[in-house]
C-alpha cells in the first residue's frame, strides 16, 4: 500500500513538471519582473519566508518517496518506478554527465553593480541570461545550469534591483552556465553574433564579459526544489 501511494506521489510531482515543460514555450517563462526598489525588503521577507516553507515541505516529502521506495514491491510496481526514474531524468529531476559548453558572463571590470542603475549597460542582466538559456534550449540543449541551478523551460529568470534571482534564489556575478548538449553546435551557434546582438554589442562597447569553451566533463545537478533565496538580504541591495 505504501508503496502504492509513494509512486503515485512520485507520479503526481513528475506530472506536474512535464506539464510545465511540454506546455510552455522557451520564450515566455522568462520574461523580466523588475520591481521598485522602494519595494525590496517588503519582497524579500516574502520570497523568504515563502520559499523556505516550500523548500521544508519539498526535502520531507522527497525524502518519505526515496525511503518508501526501497522497500520491496511487485515486478510491477518495479517496472512503474522504472518508468518514474526515466520521467525524472527527462524533466531535469536527475543529475546528468556529459559533453557540453561553458559560459561566462561577467559586468564590465570597473562596474560597481552596487551603485549603478539597473539599466547600465556594463552590467549583466536577467534578460541576457533569459536570452542565452533560450538559445540554449532552442539549439536543443540536454539541461542548463546557472552557477550550480538546473534550469528547467519554467525556471523563472527576475531581478530585483541589480539582484538577479534564478529560481527564486539570488546569483551573482560571474554567471557560469553550464549545457550538456552537443559541443559544436551549441557553440557555434553561441558565438554567433546575430544571435545575442545585445550581449555582443555591450561586449565590444562596454566591457561586458562573455565568453565560451567547449567542455568534455560536465555534470548538472538535478532541479532540487531549493527555493531558498541564497545570501539575499535588504543589507546587500544597498
Keep these: 500500500m505504501l508503496q502504492r501511494l509513494a509512486l503515485g506521489i512520485t507520479g503526481l510531482l513528475i506530472g506536474v513538471f512535464t506539464f510545465s515543460q511540454y506546455h510552455s514555450i522557451p520564450l515566455g517563462p522568462f520574461r523580466d ?71 561566462i558572463l561577467d559586468d564590465s571590470p570597473d562596474a560597481k553593480r552596487a551603485f549603478l542603475d539597473v539599466n547600465d549597460n556594463s552590467l549583466v542582466h536577467a534578460a541576457d541570461l533569459r536570452d542565452v538559456i533560450n538559445l540554449l534550449f532552442v539549439d536543443g540543449a540536454a539541461a542548463i545550469a546557472i552557477n550550480g ?21 539570488n546569483l551573482v556575478p560571474p554567471f557560469k552556465i553550464e549545457a550538456l548538449g552537443s559541443p559544436e553546435a551549441l557553440y557555434l551557434n553561441i558565438l554567433n553574433t546575430g544571435q545575442l546582438p545585445s550581449l555582443y554589442g555591450r561586449k ?35
Design 33 to 103: 519582473q523588475y520591481q521598485p526598489n522602494a519595494d525590496r525588503e517588503a519582497i524579500l521577507k516574502t520570497l523568504n519566508d515563502e520559499q523556505e516553507r516550500l523548500k521544508n515541505q519539498i526535502a520531507d516529502l522527497r525524502n518519505w518517496i526515496e525511503q518508501t521506495q526501497k522497500s520491496e514491491g511487485s515486478s510491477d510496481e518495479i517496472d512503474q518506478i522504472k518508468i518514474l526514474k526515466e520521467l525524472e531524468k527527462r524533466n531535469g529531476l536527475t543529475s546528468l554527465e556529459g559533453k557540453g559548453i561553458g559560459i
Design 149 to 169: 541551478e538546473r534550469i528547467l523551460v519554467t525556471s523563472p529568470i527576475t531581478c530585483v534591483g541589480n539582484n538577479i534571482l534564478v529560481n527564486n534564489s
Design 204 to 238: 565590444e562597447t562596454y566591457g561586458l564579459q562573455f565568453s565560451i569553451a567547449i567542455q568534455n566533463d560536465l555534470e548538472i545537478p538535478a532541479y532540487d526544489g531549493n527555493f531558498a533565496i541564497k545570501n539575499l538580504t535588504p543589507e546587500s541591495l544597498s
